[in-house]
C-alpha cells in the first residue's frame, strides 16, 4: 500500500448547499459551526484514513469490498471559488470530486458554474443530492436508503421522484446521462446521484461506499506514487514575523531536508525548507515531519518565501533549473494566454486565475492582461490606456481579491472596476458593462452629430437683453453645446448658441437637470423671447431619423423631447421625418 496515494477528493457545489456539514458527516467533527457565518472561508483539508472510513460505513466490511489506497484527502472548498485553485499541470489536482446539490433547489448558477469546470477539468464525480430531510413529509424508516426512499410516503415519494427528475433533465442539458446510484448499470458513462442528508446521515454510508468504488475501480493507475515530489502551493499565510505556505502535496515523498522550486511568472523561487509539517488525520492541527508521502496536506516555512503566490506548483530542485523552467513554463504559460486587445482581469491565485479565463473565453470576451494579487495602479494605467484605444474593454475585474490602498485614493474617471467572489456574477457584469459602454459611445457618436435638447426659459433671470440676448435657462432633456441651432414651439428658428455659463464660468456643453446662462447672438429677448416658454434643438430629417432609429439610447426625458420636435416639425410639414 505505500506505493499507493491517498485520492485527492474536492467536495464542491452551490454556496449554502451543504458542503461542509457533508464533510464533516464523513469526518465526524463540527467544522461548520466554527466558519463565520457557516460559510467556509477558505479552503481547507482533511486527511481521513481508511481505518476511519471503515468505521464510519459499515458497508465496505459487510460488502466484503477490498481497498488498496490508504484513505482521503478531502479538500473543502468555498463555494464562490469552486475548487478553482485547485489545478496541476494535465488538469485538475482533484482525483475525485463530490457536487452538493440541495435537492429542493437544484442547479443553481454557482453549481452550473462547478459542472463547467468539472467538464473542462475531465474531473469524475458523484452528486450528493443532500437535504432530503427537508422534502415534506419525509421520515427516517430505515437504515437503507433504497429502502428508505421505497417506504415513504406516497405524495413524499411523489415529490422525491418529480425533484430527482428535474435534476436529471437539468444535467442532461449539461451533457450528462444522470441517474441514481441504485440504477446505475456503467459509471464510466452514467452520472451517479446519492440522495441523502448531511444532517439526519441518511444517504451518507451509500456515498462513501461510491466513493471507495469508484476510487478502487477508475483510480487504481493514477494513485501509483511517483517519484518526485510535487505540490501546489494554496495559500501563503503570515503570523508576526513567520511567513508559511499551505500546500497539497499530490506525488511523491517529500522531505524536510529538500530545497523546493516553486513557480512564479518570473524566475523560479529557490528555496531550502526551514520546517516541514503534515495535516494530523481527521484535524486542523498539524505536526512537523521529518518526510511527508502524498497525497497529503502540508505546511511549508521556507528560508526565502519572498514572491510565492497561491495556485503556484512546486516540484523538488536538484541543480536542474533548465529543466524545471520549461516545466513551468509550459504549466503557467498556457493559462496565461493574452489577447490584443480586451479587459484586465485580477485573481487571487494562479487556479482562480485560469477558471476565470477559461470561462471568460466560453463567452467570448477577450482578455488583453491578467495577474495574480491585488488591483494595482499598473492595472489602471493599463485601463486607462484601453479607455483611448477601446473604451469598452475599459474594465478591470477582480476574482476574489480586491484593490491596493493607494488604488482606492485614485480617480478613475471612466474606468469600472467589478469585484465578485463568483465568477458567473462577474461575466454578467463584465457583459452588462461592455454593452453599456458600447450604447454611450454609440449615443456619444450619434450627440456629436446632433443633439436633442428641451430647454426651459427662466424669465427671472434675463442678464441682457440683445447684442447678444444673454438669459438663464434649465435644461430639461438631452444637452446644449456651443454652435447648436434652436426653434421655438412654433417651430421658428431662433439663433444658434453663442455661450454658455455656469457660475459665471464658460463651459463647452450643459446636460440634463443643470441650470445655465446662455447667450444668443441677434437675439431680442422682449421682442422674440419673452412670450416662450421653451426652447428646443432644430435638426434636419435625416438626423431625426437617427435619433429615432437608435432611440433605446436615449433617456425617456429625451424621446418625449424628440417627440415633440417631430410635432413641431409636422405642423409645417406632415410628413416631415416619417
Same mark, same amino acid.
Given at each position: 500500500?505505500?506505493?499507493?496515494?491517498?485520492?485527492?477528493?474536492?467536495?464542491?457545489?452551490?454556496?449554502?448547499?451543504?458542503?461542509?456539514?457533508?464533510?464533516?458527516?464523513?469526518?465526524?467533527?463540527?467544522?461548520?459551526?466554527?466558519?463565520?457565518?457557516?460559510?467556509?472561508?477558505?479552503?481547507?483539508?482533511?486527511?481521513?484514513?481508511?481505518?476511519?472510513?471503515?468505521?464510519?460505513?459499515?458497508?465496505?466490511?459487510?460488502?466484503?469490498?477490498?481497498?488498496?489506497?490508504?484513505?482521503?484527502?478531502?479538500?473543502?472548498?468555498?463555494?464562490?471559488?469552486?475548487?478553482?485553485?485547485?489545478?496541476?499541470?494535465?488538469?485538475?489536482?482533484?482525483?475525485?470530486?463530490?457536487?452538493?446539490?440541495?435537492?429542493?433547489?437544484?442547479?443553481?448558477?454557482?453549481?452550473?458554474?462547478?459542472?463547467?469546470?468539472?467538464?473542462?477539468?475531465?474531473?469524475?464525480?458523484?452528486?450528493?443530492?443532500?437535504?432530503?430531510?427537508?422534502?415534506?413529509?419525509?421520515?427516517?424508516?430505515?437504515?437503507?436508503?433504497?429502502?428508505?426512499?421505497?417506504?415513504?410516503?406516497?405524495?413524499?415519494?411523489?415529490?422525491?421522484?418529480?425533484?430527482?427528475?428535474?435534476?436529471?433533465?437539468?444535467?442532461?442539458?449539461?451533457?450528462?446521462?444522470?441517474?441514481?446510484?441504485?440504477?446505475?448499470?456503467?459509471?464510466?458513462?452514467?452520472?451517479?446521484?446519492?440522495?441523502?442528508?448531511?444532517?439526519?446521515?441518511?444517504?451518507?454510508?451509500?456515498?462513501?461506499?461510491?466513493?471507495?468504488?469508484?476510487?478502487?475501480?477508475?483510480?487504481?493507475?493514477?494513485?501509483?506514487?511517483?517519484?518526485?515530489?510535487?505540490?501546489?502551493?494554496?495559500?501563503?499565510?503570515?503570523?508576526?514575523?513567520?511567513?508559511?505556505?499551505?500546500?497539497?502535496?499530490?506525488?511523491?515523498?517529500?522531505?524536510?531536508?529538500?530545497?523546493?522550486?516553486?513557480?512564479?511568472?518570473?524566475?523560479?523561487?529557490?528555496?531550502?525548507?526551514?520546517?516541514?509539517?503534515?495535516?494530523?488525520?481527521?484535524?486542523?492541527?498539524?505536526?512537523?515531519?521529518?518526510?511527508?508521502?502524498?497525497?497529503?496536506?502540508?505546511?511549508?516555512?521556507?528560508?526565502?518565501?519572498?514572491?510565492?503566490?497561491?495556485?503556484?506548483?512546486?516540484?523538488?530542485?536538484?541543480?536542474?533549473?533548465?529543466?524545471?523552467?520549461?516545466?513551468?513554463?509550459?504549466?503557467?504559460?498556457?493559462?496565461?494566454?493574452?489577447?490584443?486587445?480586451?479587459?484586465?482581469?485580477?485573481?487571487?491565485?494562479?487556479?482562480?486565475?485560469?477558471?476565470?479565463?477559461?470561462?471568460?473565453?466560453?463567452?467570448?470576451?477577450?482578455?488583453?492582461?491578467?495577474?495574480?494579487?491585488?488591483?494595482?495602479?499598473?492595472?489602471?494605467?493599463?485601463?486607462?490606456?484601453?479607455?483611448?484605444?477601446?473604451?469598452?474593454?475599459?474594465?478591470?475585474?477582480?476574482?476574489?481579491?480586491?484593490?491596493? /490602498? $493607494? #488604488?482606492?485614493?485614485?480617480? =478613475?474617471? *471612466?474606468?469600472?472596476? +467589478? !469585484?465578485? &467572489?463568483? @465568477?458567473?456574477? %462577474?461575466? /454578467? $457584469? #463584465?457583459?452588462?458593462?461592455? =454593452?453599456? *459602454?458600447?450604447?454611450? +459611445? !454609440?449615443? &456619444?457618436? @450619434?450627440?456629436? %452629430?446632433?443633439?436633442?435638447?428641451?430647454?426651459?426659459?427662466?424669465?427671472?433671470?434675463?442678464?441682457?437683453?440683445?447684442?447678444?440676448?444673454?438669459?438663464?435657462?434649465?435644461?430639461?432633456?438631452?444637452?446644449?453645446?456651443?454652435?447648436?441651432?434652436?426653434?421655438?414651439?412654433?417651430?421658428?428658428?431662433?439663433?444658434?448658441?453663442?455661450?454658455?455659463?455656469?457660475?459665471?464660468?464658460?463651459?463647452?456643453?450643459?446636460?440634463?437637470?443643470?441650470?445655465?446662462?446662455?447667450?444668443?447672438?441677434?437675439?431680442?429677448?422682449?421682442?422674440?423671447?419673452?412670450?416662450?416658454?421653451?426652447?428646443?434643438?432644430?435638426?434636419?430629417?435625416?438626423?431625426?431619423?437617427?435619433?429615432?432609429?437608435?432611440?433605446?439610447?436615449?433617456?425617456?426625458?429625451?424621446?418625449?423631447?424628440?417627440?415633440?420636435?417631430?410635432?413641431?416639425?409636422?405642423?409645417?410639414?406632415?410628413?416631415?421625418?416619417?
Amino acid at each position: 500500500m505505500t506505493n499507493i496515494k491517498n485520492p485527492i477528493v474536492t467536495v464542491a457545489g452551490h454556496v449554502d448547499h451543504g458542503k461542509t456539514s457533508l464533510l464533516d458527516n464523513i469526518r465526524k467533527t463540527g467544522v461548520a459551526e466554527t466558519e463565520a457565518g457557516g460559510i467556509t472561508q477558505k479552503i481547507s483539508f482533511t486527511l481521513v484514513p481508511l481505518e476511519n472510513i471503515k468505521k464510519r460505513c459499515p458497508l465496505i466490511e459487510s460488502k466484503n469490498i477490498k481497498l488498496d489506497f490508504p484513505g482521503f484527502l478531502f479538500i473543502d472548498t468555498p463555494g464562490h471559488a469552486a475548487f478553482s485553485h485547485l489545478r496541476k499541470r494535465g488538469g485538475s489536482l482533484a482525483d475525485l470530486a463530490i457536487l452538493v446539490m440541495d435537492i429542493n433547489e437544484g442547479i443553481m448558477p454557482q453549481t452550473a458554474e462547478v459542472i463547467e469546470l468539472l467538464k473542462i477539468n475531465k474531473t469524475p464525480f458523484i452528486i450528493a443530492l443532500n437535504k432530503i430531510d427537508n422534502i415534506f413529509g419525509w421520515r427516517k424508516l430505515s437504515a437503507d436508503l433504497k429502502e428508505n426512499i421505497d417506504s415513504q410516503g406516497t405524495n413524499t415519494k411523489m415529490e422525491f421522484q418529480e425533484k430527482l427528475l428535474t435534476i436529471i433533465g437539468s444535467l442532461y442539458h449539461h451533457g450528462f446521462n444522470a441517474k441514481p446510484f441504485y440504477e446505475v448499470s456503467d459509471f464510466s458513462s452514467q452520472l451517479a446521484l446519492v440522495p441523502c442528508s448531511a444532517k439526519s446521515g441518511e444517504g451518507m454510508n451509500e456515498l462513501i461506499l461510491m466513493l471507495c468504488g469508484l476510487s478502487q475501480k477508475f483510480l487504481k493507475e493514477s494513485l501509483k506514487l511517483g517519484d518526485k515530489a510535487k505540490g501546489v502551493i494554496l495559500e501563503v499565510k503570515k503570523e508576526k514575523t513567520m511567513q508559511y505556505s499551505e500546500a497539497i502535496l499530490y506525488d511523491g515523498i517529500l522531505s524536510s531536508q529538500d530545497t523546493i522550486a516553486i513557480a512564479s511568472f518570473n524566475e523560479p523561487v529557490i528555496s531550502k525548507i526551514r520546517v516541514l509539517e503534515e495535516i494530523l488525520p481527521v484535524s486542523k492541527k498539524f505536526k512537523p515531519v521529518n518526510k511527508s508521502t502524498a497525497a497529503n496536506g502540508i505546511r511549508l516555512q521556507l528560508i526565502n518565501s519572498e514572491g510565492i503566490l497561491p495556485g503556484m506548483p512546486f516540484v523538488v530542485f536538484k541543480d536542474n533549473i533548465e529543466q524545471i523552467k520549461k516545466e513551468f513554463k509550459k504549466e503557467i504559460g498556457d493559462k496565461l494566454h493574452t489577447d490584443e486587445k480586451g479587459i484586465i482581469i485580477k485573481a487571487d491565485s494562479l487556479g482562480s486565475l485560469e477558471a476565470l479565463t477559461l470561462l471568460l473565453k466560453q463567452e467570448n470576451i477577450d482578455i488583453i492582461s491578467s495577474g495574480i494579487g491585488k488591483i494595482n495602479k499598473r492595472d489602471i494605467i493599463s485601463a486607462q490606456t484601453n479607455l483611448k484605444t477601446d473604451p469598452e474593454n475599459s474594465i478591470i475585474l477582480g476574482f476574489n481579491t480586491d484593490e491596493d /490602498e $493607494d #488604488v482606492k485614493e485614485m480617480e =478613475k474617471g *471612466k474606468i469600472t472596476i +467589478i !469585484k465578485n &467572489e463568483i @465568477i458567473y456574477k %462577474l461575466i /454578467e $457584469d #463584465v457583459l452588462k458593462t461592455q =454593452k453599456e *459602454k458600447r450604447n454611450e +459611445i !454609440k449615443r &456619444e457618436r @450619434i450627440m456629436q %452629430l446632433a443633439t436633442v435638447a428641451k430647454i426651459k426659459i427662466l424669465k427671472q433671470f434675463v442678464f441682457r437683453n440683445s447684442n447678444p440676448a444673454v438669459f438663464g435657462v434649465a435644461i430639461e432633456a438631452g444637452k446644449i453645446k456651443h454652435s447648436l441651432p434652436l426653434m421655438n414651439e412654433q417651430g421658428e428658428q431662433i439663433a444658434h448658441i453663442k455661450g454658455i455659463q455656469e457660475n459665471k464660468k464658460q463651459v463647452e456643453e450643459a446636460t440634463q437637470g443643470m441650470e445655465v446662462a446662455m447667450s444668443l447672438p441677434g437675439v431680442n429677448f422682449e421682442r422674440q423671447l419673452n412670450e416662450t416658454n421653451y426652447l428646443y434643438s432644430d435638426m434636419s430629417e435625416g438626423q431625426f431619423r437617427d435619433f429615432k432609429d437608435n432611440k433605446d439610447l436615449l433617456t425617456p426625458e429625451e424621446i418625449g423631447a424628440l417627440q415633440k420636435i417631430a410635432e413641431i416639425k409636422r405642423r409645417t410639414n406632415p410628413a416631415w421625418g416619417i
